[in-house]
């Protein structure tokens, strides 16, 4: 059975796209624990970002350095956390989290609650910065 993610790539459950290519893609956390967090995921399903191999575990983490310059451009922060925890969905997966404090990335803080017409708008807002 595939990922709620592998969904998401495949277009059968709606996200709001950051980037894509053939191998990655990157969408707006849809319980974001600031405003611009993404979530950014190999189109191949792995449980565990360590068990990568190196090639596809080096071209992650460059996707994910492209997406995190576009949200630095886009949502006020100090800097744009990562996190990857990889507990609550099986398939690999790093948080970019804008921050101004350490304690903005603690996972278990409150989540963000906003209106789809908002969440739409900064991912359109970062879509122009790829």
Do not use: W
């Amino acid at each position: 059975m595939p990922t709620i993610f592998s969904r998401i790539v495949a277009g059968e459950i709606p996200c709001y796209k950051i980037a894509e290519d053939e191998k990655y893609f990157a969408f707006l956390d849809i319980n974001p624990l600031s405003k611009g967090h993404t979530l950014v995921i190999p189109k191949a399903e792995g449980d565990y970002i360590f068990d990568m191999d190196d090639e596809a575990y080096v071209g992650l983490q460059l996707f994910a350095k492209k997406v995190a310059h576009a949200i630095e451009k886009v949502v006020p922060c100090k800097r744009v956390g990562v996190a990857v925890m990889g507990l609550e969905v099986p398939h690999t997966h790093i948080h970019l989290i804008p921050i101004n404090s350490e304690s903005d990335m603690v996972i278990s803080n409150p989540k963000l609650k906003l209106a789809p017409e908002e969440m739409q708008a900064i991912a359109d807002a970062i879509v122009t910065q790829m």
